[in-house]
């Protein structure tokens, strides 16, 4: 299986902060969702919370 390097790149207010990870997988893919799985959560945003980002200068993105 062939290793991969995975950064995961945080933007912060002053900069940005980059984390590496090696990981040994099948493919990109899997050595992708495997650092995914216990960094990155996804659910729907709630009307206040959108209200409360939006206002704090945080901008929607379009995932295309």
Same mark, same amino acid.
């Given at each position: 299986m062939p290793d991969y390097l %995975?950064?995961?790149?945080v933007p912060t207010q $002053?900069? $940005?902060? *980059?984390?590496?990870?090696l990981v040994r997988a099948?493919? =990109?893919?899997r !050595?992708?969702?495997?650092v995914v799985k216990d960094?990155? *959560?996804?659910e729907r945003a709630t009307t206040d919370e959108i %209200?409360?980002?939006t206002? !704090?200068?945080v901008p929607m =993105?379009? !995932?295309e």
């Open positions: %995975i950064k995961v790149t $002053d900069l $940005d902060v *980059t984390k590496e990870r099948k493919n =990109e893919a !050595a992708l969702a495997h960094t990155v *959560t996804v %209200i409360r980002l206002q !704090a200068g =993105e379009v !995932a």
